[in-house]
């Protein structure tokens, strides 16, 4: 199996950062793609950013300029780092990862959310 664990989240007040931090473990043979999706009440879960194995980024047209993704491919982790919040912001973030197993069959998983909310 394999499962992601994430960290950071909470209560910022507008103009301020956060970041995120998401792990990979289990039985991981590579990971494609590695990435944050959130949702906010009543909305559909939607793409934030994410990253390929190769280091390529890619933004969501609200967050471009103000969200940086990153990941350790040595940890299996991946960061988002968020400034200049907006309440528009307030969301569940999610963790999600594609890749393959040892068995070499591929894999998408889902972390099991976390709260960011932003104050006006």
């Known amino acids: 199996q394999v499962q992601l664990v994430e960290s950071g989240g909470g209560l910022v007040q507008a103009g301020g950062s956060l970041g995120l931090s998401c792990a990979a473990s289990?039985?991981?043979?590579?990971?494609?793609?590695m990435g944050w999706y959130r949702q906010a009440p009543g909305q559909q879960r939607e793409l934030v950013a994410r990253i390929t194995d190769a280091g390529k980024p890619n933004y969501a047209d609200s967050v471009k300029g103000r969200f940086t993704v990153s990941r350790d491919s040595a940890k299996n982790t991946v960061y988002l780092e968020m400034t200049s919040l907006k309440p528009e912001d307030t969301a569940v973030y999610y963790c999600?990862?594609?890749?393959?197993?040892?068995?070499?069959?591929?894999?998408?998983?889902w972390g099991q959310g976390t709260l960011v909310t932003v104050s006006s």
């Open positions: 289990g039985t991981i043979f590579s990971i494609h793609a």
């Open positions: 999600n990862a594609r890749g393959l197993r040892y068995s070499r069959r591929e894999f998408e998983v």
